[in-house]
């Protein structure tokens, strides 16, 4: 499917998305609590297929999270990208979708690690990459360090 193709059809799927076609690829805009129905119909929709999620990752807006989902359909050869905004940034949450795409179970622990962001029902949200008395999120905006150069 075209770009244009997919947005028609998950228009007709989920009529409150909305897109941002800047980019190579098709963004599709959606509240933090529509993730799981959307993404669960991604993958199981027989037309879509996106059978692998290959890219998750945090964006910090300083005003909101914005969680950063790219999928793909080896079956039918097309790429998606799911945009999620968390607008809570002092307590961010999000539920898991690594019972759907298990390659999500480091990448959500990792966003968790760095972030702070809460994935609710991951079996493991536990830090990844730093010491469990790690004080603080490293890749937010108003992360400080006093180890850290300032100019």
């Known amino acids: 499917m075209t770009n244009e193709e997919l947005k ?12 941002d076609e800047t980019g190579e690829f098709l963004n599709v805009l959606i509240a933090s609590t529509e993730l799981r ?9 027989d037309a879509l297929k996106f059978d692998f999620l290959f890219c998750l990752t945090c964006i910090d807006w300083k005003t909101n999270l914005m969680m950063v989902y790219h999928l793909l359909s080896k079956t039918h050869k097309h790429i998606v990208v799911i945009k999620a905004k ?5 307590k961010p949450e999000i539920e ?3 019972d759907i795409y ?7 622990r990792e966003v968790y690690d760095l972030f702070g962001v809460n994935f609710k029902n991951h079996p493991d949200m536990r830090r990844l990459l730093l010491d469990e ?18 100019i």
């Not at 028609?8 to 897109?19: C, D, E, G, H, K």
């Not at 298990?102 to 959500?108: D, L």
């Open 133 to 150: 008395n790690w004080d603080g999120y490293p890749l937010r905006k108003n992360y400080v360090d006093e180890n850290m150069i300032t």
């Open 8 to 19: 028609q059809y998950i228009s007709a799927l989920f009529p409150s998305v909305t897109y």
């Open 96 to 98: 898991t979708i690594c």
């Open 37 to 45: 129905p959307i993404v669960q119909s991604l993958r199981q929709d």
């Open 86 to 90: 968390i607008a809570d940034v002092v």
């Open 102 to 108: 298990q390659t999500a179970n480091f990448h959500e």
